[in-house]
C-alpha cells in the first residue's frame, strides 16, 4: 500500500469506525527502545508542488533497533490507537548513528487535491519501535502538528 493511499485511508477508515481496539498495550520495560527528539513537520503544497509531513527522531535500544512503525492522524478523529493497530503499517527510513542509536525519519508528500481533503487544526504523529531483541515501545502520541492551508 502506498502512503499516500495509506494517509488518505486513515481518514476513511476512522471515518467508519474500521480502526478498533486490539487491546492494551504492552508495558515498557527498562530495556524497551526509547525515543528521543522528535518533531514533525508538515509543509502545505504550493505552485504545483507537492507539501509534506515529515517525522524525524532518535531511537535506542541496548540490541538496536529493528524498525519503527508510523501513522499520522487528526485529533478531530477520534482515534484511539493501540500498539497492534501500528504493525501493519509503513516503516520510517532509518540509518545507525551508533551500535544503540538509529535515527528514523519518516516521509509523506502530499498533493494539492489531498491536502485539500484533510482536517485543519491538531494532528499527532503514533510510533512504534521495534529493538533487535524483539522488544518493543508504542507512543501513542509521539508528536504533535498543526495542519492548515
Known sequence: MSKRILFSSLIGAATLGGLTACGPALAASPTAPTLDRGSARYTAPSDGNAGSLAYTV???DDSGIRGLKVIV?????????????????????????SDETTRCTYTLKVTKREAAELA??????????????????????????????
Open 120 to 149: 485543519e487544526g491538531t494532528w499527532y504523529v503514533s510510533a512504534l519501535a521495534t529493538a533487535e531483541d524483539g522488544d518493543t515501545t508504542f507512543v501513542p502520541r509521539a508528536a504533535t502538528f498543526d495542519l492548515t492551508r
Open 73 to 97: 492522524w487528526p485529533e478531530s478523529s477520534k482515534i484511539d490507537l493501540t500498539e497492534a493497530d501500528l504493525r501493519s503499517v509503513e516503516s520510517a527510513k532509518c540509518r545507525s548513528t
Open 58 to 60: 532518535d531511537v535506542s
